[in-house]
């Protein structure tokens, strides 16, 4: 059976290391989870708008809106303007179904969580850089309150309720492999992020949603190969998933299952020339243990390295404790 060890042993064993971090739902999962938002949605099972996300294969929200949005040019065309309005109308429903999601979900403010920032600001501060597989703002918003970690936004320039473009010139230690709530892409094809404008980001995101019909950045595909199709065409996306190929620090990996869906990041992960990986695991047992063992030596074999991987129990590390 793998062995087991805790956080602060962990940390002694590459005290003095360069440490990268890369963290998935489990660091969130306390306060979001991101993987019901269609549920949360108030799209009813069985109307036509949802059962257009089971007919495209995904649960992504853009995909649906702008699946709509061709088609109303094609009734357009056809003489058919009161379908055409309908769809539209549909159109505007899923936008406002994706706001309903979020807000349900996720907290409003930053200051929700303020009494939490501190330990999880300690957590993060082990690290030099951070990759991110979760879209929701948590990570964010610590940053905001207690770090100074860069998100290589630094060289650009104030934008109404939006501050960029991205550049890979500037300085960068926090990548969002599969994008961000508060990130859109531009006219341009640049990445700005949205900042808090007196309501909140949140508010920002919302608004920019439904009046301004566009959609986040944030890889929502179900497969490996899917996800890996949405990063490759996106430049910033694909930045962040080569910085982590190249990634040459011991990475520690927390809040994340290994699972399939996921294939492309440990691809990364086992490709790159990390020292060591530390691999946090919730709640083990010897179960659960030896199943993402085989995952990883499965991983390992395929990427032909020999990059040794340890286990520590995540809780240990007490991410969000007051």
Not at 58 to 85: K, M, P, S
Not at 136 to 163: Q, T
Request: net charge negative; proline share 2%; hydrophobic share 40%.
């Amino acid at each position: 059976m793998p062995d087991l060890i805790d956080f602060e042993e962990a940390l002694a064993r590459t005290a003095d290391e360069d440490r990268a971090l890369l963290i998935g739902n489990g660091f969130s999962a306390k306060y979001f989870n991101y993987r019901d938002l269609l549920d949360k949605s108030g799209l009813e099972p069985g109307t036509p708008v949802r059962d257009l996300f089971n007919a495209l294969g995904t649960v992504d929200f853009e995909t649906v809106v702008r699946a709509l949005e061709a088609t109303i040019v094609v009734e357009r065309v056809y003489g058919q303007a009161d379908h055409a309005n309908q769809i539209e109308a549909d159109a505007q429903t899923v936008r406002e179904a994706l706001v309903n999601a979020i807000s349900s979900k996720h907290p409003a403010h930053r200051d929700e969580l303020a009494f939490k920032y501190d330990s999880s600001a300690a957590f993060l501060g082990n690290f030099s850089t951070v990759f991110t597989l979760n879209y929701d703002l948590l990570l964010y918003w610590v940053n905001l309150e207690k770090l100074a970690l860069k998100d290589g936004f630094g060289l650009g320039k104030p934008a109404g309720s939006f501050h960029g473009p991205f550049s890979e010139e500037a300085y960068c230690h926090i990548y969002n492999l599969h994008g961000g709530l508060h990130l859109f892409e531009s006219g341009a094809g640049e990445i700005m992020k949205a900042v808090h404008q007196g309501a909140g980001v949140i508010a920002t995101i919302s608004k920019e949603i439904v009046e301004g019909r566009r959609f986040p950045l944030y890889v929502a595909e179900g497969t490996s190969s899917q996800k890996m199709r949405k990063i490759n065409s996106v430049a910033y996306l694909r930045h962040c998933y080569d910085t982590l190929r190249a990634n040459s620090a011991v990475l520690f990996v927390f809040g994340h299952s290994a699972d399939e869906n996921d294939a492309h990041i440990y691809r990364a992960i086992f490709a790159s020339e990390a020292k060591q990986i530390f691999f946090g695991v919730f709640q083990p047992t010897d179960e659960k243990l030896k199943a993402l063992d085989g995952q990883l030596a499965k991983y390992q074999r395929t990427a032909g390295s020999t990059t040794e991987y340890v286990f520590f129990d995540s809780e240990s590390a007490r991410v969000w404790n007051a």
